[in-house]
């Protein structure tokens, strides 16, 4: 698409109840989504060539409307497409959808209650059958069949009277205003309604191994744990693609990650990028571009709160004053990333800077155990009321400078009298039921919470949201506050951005005493790509860098 099919979307006051006013309060980062500067290139007549894109962790949910990670969003923006997107500064632009849909073109009431979207026309599937309204209903419908999987319902919930006016043009009501919606249907893929067809349970239907999408790439192959093969969509609707084949590889260590973009093995660093201590030699190699990315992703100490160990205020205070965050940034990260306490990036209008400052304090620590009748039983480990204050630490197996933190961490717990085992899993596993039906003690996590720059959380922070306990969507801490739960209800009604703020910046406030997770730091990454490389553009209002990897190229 062009930038001309790309609409400013900056809705004023008395146009608060169109779609949010994401330009004047998302996530702004100025100064860093200049335009790549090879952009001025030509792009090819035709798709040529391929391109190889690293990720450490291995996609495995092709249907994007099952629970899944970041990763797995790098498949999805390749072979499918949402009714319409959010670019690099926080603006919707069309993509299934002829318009966005605004007050200003009849897309949505005053009230904010009614909607009605027009579609392209001409869009076909990959393989050939049309795409209509009829595959907007089925998509929307399928999130909230209650025999579904689905990752998240919230939002989609609120549709009532869901008519298919035409095959472009689709219309619906809201049982209540939801500020978070439009940006949640940014992010919602649209999949066919006939591969479904006849097939009894949508949880194991062929399309979820063998996606059809109306996106850019078409699905040629995967070979697990090493690669996933993509082939240009000849008839896509938008400009690109430019790349005949595009390939993702599974490198699950870091290491061997940047060794093979050293030596020009790959084309593009994906998730989880070149790590800090490669920095300062990845910036010299030649051929290539390495730059640094601010991101909306926060890294953490996430605590299930099911488990006994944590149920205790004092335990995760405790824990949180043992950890020497800033040693670990200076000593393990070179000092890029930015020391946080909240989970909203700090670039978010709705980010709340007055949160409590963490402090490293072993005494502190010590002290706040004692206090609470945590005791040092059997090897100097704390017990209370028969549980012990130890527990099992994960993340994703071959992140060596995570794989570090953990090992900087258990010396400090164990200053402490708290036992911490280091047990990490394959990628796959780490992120499958084992972290969504929340079946871990407590992992070192980066997440990013927000929906684009919406700052709804009710998927991860929702009492309602917890996979475990029979709920859909994120909250694998098993998180439980009726006070949050009141707020994020709240912060969904309006559409102001500043009446909004106060419901947020208190969120953040409870969340920060209450602390599920421990947070760490808000991310800087480095991203790197053979020179030539053409259309890469960091968004922060996405989760995965290949957002709009259909036109991507190489500079002749």
Do not use: C
């Not at 004023?12 to 790549?36: E, K, W, Y």
């Amino acid at each position: 698409m062009t930038d001309a099919d790309r609409p400013s979307f900056r809705p004023n006051r008395r146009q608060t109840l169109g779609l949010m006013a994401l330009g004047s309060a998302g996530i702004v980062m100025p100064g860093l989504f200049g335009r790549d500067k090879a952009l001025a290139a030509t792009p090819p007549s035709a798709p040529t060539g391929q391109l190889v894109v690293a990720f450490s962790q291995e996609p495995t949910v092709f249907n994007p409307h099952m629970l899944h990670i970041e990763v797995d969003e790098g498949i999805h923006f390749s072979v499918f497409d949402p009714l319409f997107a959010v670019d690099p500064e926080g603006k919707f632009f069309p993509g299934l959808a002829a318009e966005v849909p605004t007050v200003e073109n009849g897309g949505i009431s005053a009230d904010g209650l009614q909607w009605k979207v027009k579609l392209r026309d001409g869009v076909k599937w990959h393989d050939g059958k049309p795409f209509t309204a009829e595959d907007v209903k089925f998509t929307l419908e399928l999130l909230v069949d209650p025999n579904f999987r689905a990752a998240r319902r919230t939002g989609h919930d609120l549709i009532r009277d869901l008519k298919v006016v035409s095959p472009t043009e689709i219309t619906w009501r809201m049982e209540k205003t939801y500020a978070p919606y439009p940006s949640l249907l940014a992010a919602t893929f649209i999949v066919p309604k006939h591969a479904f067809e006849g097939v009894a349970d949508k949880n194991t239907a062929p399309f979820n191994n063998a996606p059809i999408g109306t996106g850019p790439f078409k699905w040629v192959s995967r070979t697990a744990g090493d690669n996933i093969q993509l082939a240009a969509n000849a008839d896509y609707f938008g400009d690109g693609p430019y790349i005949e084949r595009l390939i993702y590889k599974y490198i699950p260590d870091l290491n061997v990650l940047y060794t093979q973009f050293k030596s020009g093995d790959i084309d593009v660093t994906g998730l989880q990028w070149i790590t800090p201590d490669h920095y300062e030699e990845a910036k010299t190699l030649p051929g290539t571009e390495v730059s640094l990315v601010p991101g909306s992703t926060v890294e953490s100490f996430s605590l299930n709160m099911g488990k006994p160990q944590f149920q205790d205020l004092a335990v995760r205070q405790a824990l949180y004053h043992a950890i020497d965050k800033q040693s670990i940034i200076d000593a393990l990260y070179y000092g890029l990333p930015t020391p946080t306490e909240s989970y909203t990036p700090q670039q978010s209008f709705y980010y709340n800077s007055d949160l409590p400052k963490h402090e490293y304090s072993i005494d502190k620590a010590k002290a706040i155990l004692d206090g609470a009748g945590w005791n040092p039983g059997a090897g100097g480990i704390r017990e209370k009321d028969g549980v012990r204050l130890a527990f099992t630490n994960s993340t994703t197996a071959g992140n060596h400078i995570r794989e570090q933190v953990q090992q900087f961490l258990q010396q400090s717990f164990q200053e402490i009298g708290v036992e911490m085992t280091i047990s990490n899993l394959p990628p796959a596993v780490m992120w499958g039921d084992y972290w969504m039906q929340s079946q871990f003690d407590s992992v070192v996590v980066g997440i990013d919470f927000l929906t684009g720059p919406d700052p709804d959380v009710s998927d991860y922070l929702g009492s309602a949201s917890t996979n475990a306990k029979g709920g859909s969507g994120q909250n694998n801490w098993q998180y439980s506050n009726p006070e949050v739960d009141k707020l994020l209800t709240e912060g969904g009604k309006s559409f102001v951005p500043e009446e909004r703020k106060t419901s947020y910046l208190k969120i953040q406030e409870m969340v920060r005493h209450d602390l599920p997770l421990l947070p760490m730091f808000q991310y800087t990454t480095v991203r790197g790509r053979k020179a030539g490389v053409t259309g890469f553009q960091p968004n922060v209002n996405t989760r995965i860098d290949t957002w709009n990897v259909g036109t991507w190229y190489r500079a002749s």
